[in-house]
């Protein structure tokens, strides 16, 4: 599998998840649920081509929807474990070979667990695969320098950048309304990066070292 996404079991706004599948999902994706996101298939044209989950948190109706999945791969895990859910669910993905993953559930009310799926960006970025959190109203991934960002693909008006791992140098912004040129971005200055917008038909983003958070929001 090189395209994966994967349904989390965080908060999903339904009509936007549908809509994103109905639009994005090719012939080759696969489908992953990841623990309770199971529990969004039901009632659906799709259904997950893989499970993946301890499944502790699904009602009993969803429990119920799940046995009747078989055609699905259900991976079972032990509810004592060092990854979330979510992660277990990218780490098969990776493991199976995908290159990029998309996340729908991943935001939601828990600042914690939005906060490990940034980590899990750079994890996934060090086992060579492009993940995207995405949900109705944010996109966001890491992008390296040198990233073309065209108006007329962006995902909302705004776009904000934040540095992952410290101190980034030379961070220059090329086609946006606020441009910057050879920048030092710290985690104390990052304000200056936010709610930006691109201004030409190609923005270019440019940087010398670190790891660069990319969102584009919409209000």
Same mark, same amino acid.
């Given at each position: 599998?090189?395209?994966?996404?994967?349904?989390? /079991?965080?908060?999903?706004?339904?009509?936007?998840?549908?809509?994103?599948? @109905?639009? !994005?999902? @090719?012939? &080759?994706?696969? *489908?992953?649920?990841?623990?309770?996101?199971?529990? %969004?298939?039901?009632?659906?044209?799709?259904?997950?081509?893989?499970?993946?989950?301890? $499944?502790?948190?699904?009602?009993?109706?969803?429990?119920?929807?799940?046995?009747?999945?078989?055609?699905?791969?259900?991976? +079972?895990?032990?509810?004592?474990?060092?990854?979330?859910?979510? @992660?277990?669910?990218? !780490? $098969?993905?990776?493991?199976?070979?995908?290159?990029?993953?998309?996340?729908?559930?991943?935001?939601?009310?828990?600042?914690?667990?939005?906060?490990?799926? %940034?980590?899990?960006?750079?994890?996934?970025?060090?086992? /060579?695969?492009?993940?995207?959190?995405?949900?109705?109203?944010? +996109?966001?991934?890491?992008?390296?320098?040198?990233?073309?960002?065209?108006?007329?693909? @962006? %995902?909302?008006?705004?776009?904000?950048?934040?540095?992952?791992? /410290?101190?980034?140098?030379?961070?220059?912004?090329?086609? $946006?309304? +606020?441009?910057?040129? &050879?920048?030092?971005?710290?985690?104390?200055?990052?304000?200056?990066?936010?709610? &930006?917008?691109?201004?030409?038909?190609?923005?270019?983003?440019?940087?010398?070292?670190?790891? *660069? *958070?990319?969102?584009?929001?919409?209000?």
């Amino acid at each position: 599998m090189k395209d994966v996404i994967i349904v989390s /079991g965080g908060t999903i706004q339904r009509d936007f998840a549908l809509d994103f599948l @109905q639009k !994005n999902k @090719q012939k &080759n994706t696969r *489908l992953i649920a990841a623990d309770r996101g199971v529990e %969004f298939f039901e009632g659906t044209e799709w259904k997950p081509d893989i499970a993946v989950g301890d $499944f502790d948190s699904l009602s009993a109706a969803g429990k119920e929807y799940l046995a009747t999945l078989t055609d699905t791969e259900i991976i +079972y895990l032990k509810p004592e474990k060092d990854d979330s859910d979510t @992660q277990s669910a990218a !780490n $098969f993905a990776i493991d199976r070979g995908a290159e990029k993953i998309v996340i729908l559930g991943a935001t939601g009310n828990r600042i914690d667990h939005l906060m490990a799926n %940034f980590g899990l960006l750079v994890h996934g970025r060090s086992r /060579g695969a492009d993940i995207i959190l995405i949900d109705q109203w944010n +996109y966001m991934k890491l992008i390296s320098s040198h990233t073309i960002l065209r108006k007329k693909e @962006q %995902f909302g008006k705004y776009v904000s950048f934040f540095s992952l791992e /410290g101190d980034l140098p030379g961070l220059t912004l090329k086609g $946006f309304k +606020y441009p910057l040129n &050879n920048h030092c971005l710290k985690a104390s200055d990052s304000g200056l990066t936010v709610s &930006n917008e691109i201004a030409e038909e190609e923005a270019i983003v440019e940087y010398e070292a670190g790891t *660069l *958070l990319m969102l584009m929001t919409r209000d």
